[in-house]
């Protein structure tokens, strides 16, 4: 199913609150079906620009952060800011409802299904509890940047949507090369039963890439020789996808 | 885990719709992690009785159909007549709406989570659109009398809850032998934060218990010599448990 009709022809997306700063290096999962090599190319970096894209500008803030500090060195301030905005109690972390404010802030309302997604994808494995803290929140906060860049790569028109072939190519920049079966079963579902083209949002296209993402990365732990197959027990297989049903409520 | 504290002290559990008529045929699943030898005994079609489980009846009638019915051979004519009230249109499918209200007249009303879960894990497969036929409606319907059963054997105070470790052995009877670890993520999840004892009602019951033997189901099938173990591609990893994530809004 890959293509060469991947032709940015849209301007480089501004960077609100430093989204786009770090390249895509940890979500490729080369799989056997299709080389990349055809049209992938990783994420560009934006440059600064005076013009914005959904009225997001660049932050003029920079880090002023010592080495006390429980975010990651290098971390854009604006983005300590909003964590703490939002951690009111200042218990270190954020939880659901805090996590969907900060986001609002920095972009669109995400709903609470995409937002409990990201939480479950990006919390501290060994907390049980469903938070961020200072680490997990600007990690999570560089993804979506990063997504936020690609996904203003393939919304030519600005109107804050993309459509099927633009989600594939979209997954395909970030490293994922989605089996079509299981892009037209995606697909269909946000169709919702309409015969209608169907159009992603920014939170539609988090939610299904988020989902890929995070299967695909549970399954790279059982396949760590790349090798496209992984042989699993039934635990094993039960206990990689449980939690991603129980906890996408 | 396994134990043997499953002592059922309950009386049989009447049969209401002709719900426990078929006993568990197609949903055991040996794993190599524990023999059910110890305490596993198959379900026990309930006798009839006067005394009714949650106030419901066995049904009086007796089916009347010929062989052009599009129910299966020795379909309770009571699941008939509720199909067909619920089917206002004759077009020979109950949706998500139709089918909630059809199972909340043969016993509680399902939360819309479970009723879509049921509905993608017994439609026709070749059926693109998430709706049942006759045939489906009467394996779910036969299905779920079958887990009431076994559901009431274990909800010995009858207040229509079970807890955790009547969860594993409910499900361990059924021949689900759920690992530990997942077995304390369901819990978890239903515990929704609290801290008191986790009990479950009969739709949670039915919600966490079709997710496992969905997952079950699908497994075996990449698992056809009951190894324990299957080999599976990416591709094939990702067809397998996307629908769960997409179908299960």
Redesign the interface.
């Known amino acids: 199913m890959a293509s060469n009709s991947y032709t940015p022809s849209a301007p480089p997306v501004p960077d609100p609150y430093g989204w786009g700063q770090q390249a895509a290096t940890d979500s490729s ?1 080369p ?3 299709a080389s990349p090599s055809s049209y992938y190319q990783p994420p560009v970096p934006a440059p600064p620009s005076s013009q914005s894209y959904h009225g997001y500008a660049p932050s003029p803030l920079s880090s002023s952060y010592g080495q006390q500090s429980p975010f990651p060195p290098g971390t854009n301030p604006e983005v300590i800011r909003i964590f703490q905005a939002v951690d009111k109690d200042r218990s270190g972390f954020v939880d659901d409802g805090e996590l969907q404010q900060a986001l609002s802030s920095g972009y669109q309302k995400f709903s609470l ?1 995409t937002i409990r997604l990201l939480t479950f994808l990006f919390k501290n494995p060994h907390d ?1 509890s469903l938070r961020l803290g200072p680490k997990e929140f600007s990690a999570l906060w560089n993804c979506l940047g990063e997504w936020h860049t690609i996904f203003g790569r393939f919304d030519r028109d600005r109107n804050g949507k993309i459509d099927a072939t633009e989600l594939r190519d979209a997954l395909y920049s970030l490293g994922y090369s ?2 079509p ?2 892009l037209h ?2 697909v ?2 946000y169709a919702n039963g309409s015969r209608q083209k169907v159009e992603l949002n920014f939170d539609s296209f988090i939610e ?1 890439g988020m ?2 993402k995070g ?2 990365e549970k ?1 790279k732990e059982k ?1 760590k020789g790349y090798t ?8 094993t ?3 990689m ?9």
Request: proline share 5%; net charge negative.
């Open positions: 999962y799989t056997t079906a299904r049980s989605v089996p079966s299981v079963l995606l269909s579902y299904c989902i890929i299967l695909t399954f396949d496209g197959s992984a042989t699993l027990s039934y635990d297989f039960m206990s996808v449980l939690p991603f049903l129980v906890a996408y409520d």
